[in-house]
């Protein structure tokens, strides 16, 4: 079972990520399949910007800060904090001024319902949320195919244990937004039930990519 798991992520890594087979996705993945994010300081939600128009908020996490303050549907106009300011879509799609220093308050101004609303949230630790593939599979396509239209995984090291895989890989690919091209690592651990992914855990060195992407980062002042 061990090796048969292996060859089946190895296969769906070939095929949906670098193939961009994604009318195969459900022949890897199980369509309930949970993808569980890591913790954060931020404010807990999941901003949608694959319109290439506007910013609106699609998930947000149950007892994180933005919990009670922002609502599925808010459409996000401009966002600042103590030290920077974000306006319009081109700034906010990043969703990078959602994070901070833990403690440290955002002022968000949105449009709910048509009427524009201002709120503050406090940036705080977030547990993570899970997702579910078939709610954020058009978010998947449209990295894939837009985003990062010849991004590729190449699997440097992968082992298996029971039900689970866990593997090491190096991503590549050109930022269509940014047109800077970025390398950079992840790792990833899958389990499976009945030949199909229903699990997954994974980390990725986003900075390494954002740096290379050209965003800055700067020493605290």
């Known amino acids: 079972m061990e090796d048969q798991n292996i060859q089946i992520v190895k296969e769906c890594i ?9 009318g195969r996705i459900y022949e ?47 459409e ?27 403690g440290t308050p955002v002022k ?15 940036r705080g630790r977030v547990e993570g949320f ?6 954020d599979i058009d978010n998947w396509k449209h990295f894939l195919l837009e985003e990062i239209p010849d991004f590729k995984t190449e699997i440097q090291k992968i082992l298996a244990s029971g039900d689970l895989v866990a593997y090491f890989a190096i991503n590549s690919g050109t930022s269509s937004i940014y047109h800077q091209s970025a390398v950079w ?10 030949g199909k992914i229903v699990e997954w855990w994974g980390v990725e060195d986003t900075i390494s990519q954002w740096r290379q992407f050209g965003f800055q980062i700067n020493e605290p002042g």
């Open 28 to 74: 890897y993945y199980s369509p309930q399949c949970v993808f569980h994010t890591p913790p954060y300081v931020g404010m807990g939600i999941f901003p949608d910007a694959t319109s290439g128009e506007k910013v609106v908020i699609k998930q947000v996490a149950k007892n994180s800060p933005a919990a009670g303050v922002l609502q599925i549907g808010d």
């Open 185 to 194: 690592s992840e790792c990833n651990i899958l389990r499976l039930e009945n």
């Open 108 to 122: 968000v101004t949105l449009l709910r319902n048509g009427q524009k609303t201002e709120v503050t949230v406090t």
């Open 76 to 102: 996000l106009l401009s966002a600042s904090d103590a030290t920077s300011s974000w306006q319009g879509y081109k700034q906010l799609r990043s969703g990078l001024w959602g994070q901070g220093q833990i």
């Open 130 to 135: 899970d997702s579910i593939l078939q709610d």
């Open 14 to 22: 070939e095929q949906i990520t670098n193939a961009k087979q994604l």
